[in-house]
């Protein structure tokens, strides 16, 4: 079984899809760590971001293995990674690593933003996560502030919105909701109710199989 989790910056796409991962026995990719990681490579190799094949080459020798967690969550990693998701050689440099992932037996949870869309189109369930832009902001500013990070709320809600707006009017894979995806809206759910509401989804997609 596939689970493609789709879904905008800070809607709870991530836990969600840990959670129902863990529930189901799958393994889980967050491919955001991709984009993330290139991004950060990119910033420490001191790459052009207008060079795409240069962008692509550091996509392509990428091992995750070379980077801390807390270095892939700040919010310049962010931004990197929006700037090199925009970038079709970057996308089609990780494509191959996401549908491997995907198609190993048994099955496999994705989260990310185009995976119900472009990486597995044939996914047996498709999930669509959103909340409202001040609550992801929220979200993410009090992430960042736990970090050590002092952004202030308003510089998060103006970040976000400019990622937000790249990320759905690039050219490749824009992030969209997939015609078949369920969305939930997780601005007034906590997490167990939102993961509840995601299981609920899954059962219903795989009684229909
Ligand atoms: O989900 P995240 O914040 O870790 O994602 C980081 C960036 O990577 C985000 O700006 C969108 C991009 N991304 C993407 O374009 N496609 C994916 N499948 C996952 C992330």
Same mark, same amino acid.
């Given at each position: 079984?596939?689970?493609?989790?789709d879904g905008t910056l800070a809607s709870g796409k991530?836990?969600?899809?840990?959670?129902?991962?863990?529930?189901?026995?799958?393994?889980?990719?967050?491919?955001?760590?991709?984009?993330?990681?290139? !991004?950060? +490579? @990119?910033?420490?190799?001191? /790459?052009?971001?207008?060079?795409?094949? %240069? &962008?692509?080459?550091?996509? #392509? $020798?990428?091992?995750?293995?070379?980077?801390?967690?807390?270095?892939?969550?700040?919010?310049?990693? !962010?931004? +990197? @990674?929006?700037?090199?998701? /925009?970038?079709?050689?970057?996308?089609? %440099? &990780?494509?191959?690593?996401? #549908? $491997?992932?995907?198609?190993?037996?048994?099955?496999?949870?994705?989260?990310?933003r185009?995976?119900?869309?472009?990486?597995?189109?044939?996914?047996?369930?498709?999930?669509w996560i959103d909340a409202s832009v001040?609550e992801r902001a #929220?979200?993410r500013?009090?992430?960042?502030?736990?970090?050590?990070?002092?952004?202030?709320?308003?510089?998060?809600?103006?970040?976000l919105?400019?990622r937000d707006?790249?990320d759905r009017?690039?050219?490749?894979?824009?992030m969209v909701q997939?015609?078949?995806?369920?969305?939930?809206d997780t601005?007034?759910?906590?997490?167990?109710?939102?993961?509840?509401?995601?299981?609920?989804?899954?059962?219903?997609?795989?009684?229909?199989?």
């Open positions: 079984m596939i689970i493609a989790i991530g836990t969600i899809a840990r959670r129902i991962a863990g529930w189901y026995g799958l393994p889980h990719m967050d491919t955001g760590r991709l984009y993330r990681a290139t !991004g950060v +490579a @990119a910033m420490q190799a001191g /790459a052009d971001f207008e060079d795409a094949s %240069a &962008l692509a080459a550091i996509a #392509r $020798a990428l091992d995750l293995n070379d980077f801390e967690e807390t270095e892939l969550r700040t919010a310049q990693a !962010g931004q +990197a @990674a929006s700037k090199v998701a /925009a970038v079709p050689a970057v996308r089609a %440099a &990780l494509l191959d690593l996401q #549908r $491997a992932f995907a198609n190993q037996t048994g099955g496999a949870v994705l989260d990310g185009d995976i119900g869309t472009v990486v597995c189109p044939q996914a047996d369930v498709k999930l001040d #929220r979200r500013w009090a992430e960042l502030q736990a970090a050590g990070d002092t952004i202030t709320l308003e510089a998060m809600t103006e970040q919105k400019v707006t790249r009017n690039r050219a490749d894979a824009p997939a015609a078949d995806a369920v969305l939930i601005t007034e759910l906590s997490i167990d109710a939102a993961v509840e509401k995601a299981r609920a989804a899954v059962e219903a997609a795989r009684s229909q199989r």
